[in-house]
């Protein structure tokens, strides 16, 4: 797996694979709010989401 950091700005986005919009929604304090638009079909899980179901 590789890993890309960036910096974006709020409704800036980044594409990926011409399929997947990740936009950075807004910020406030230490949270960001993240818009990510996929394919119909595609699962979208949080990170701590799917690793409760692999242990």
Same mark, same amino acid.
């Given at each position: 797996?590789?890993?890309?950091?960036?910096?974006?700005?709020?409704? *800036?986005s980044?594409?990926?694979?011409?399929?997947?919009r990740?936009? @950075?929604?807004f910020? /406030?304090?230490?949270?960001?709010s993240v818009?990510? *638009?996929?394919?119909?079909?595609?699962?979208?899980e949080?990170?701590? @989401?799917s690793?409760? /179901?692999?242990?």
């Amino acid at each position: 797996m590789s890993t890309y950091r960036m910096i974006r700005r709020p409704s *800036e986005s980044v594409m990926i694979d011409g399929k997947i919009r990740v936009t @950075l929604d807004f910020i /406030k304090g230490n949270q960001a709010s993240v818009k990510v *638009e996929v394919p119909r079909g595609v699962l979208v899980e949080r990170e701590e @989401l799917s690793e409760k /179901k692999r242990s």
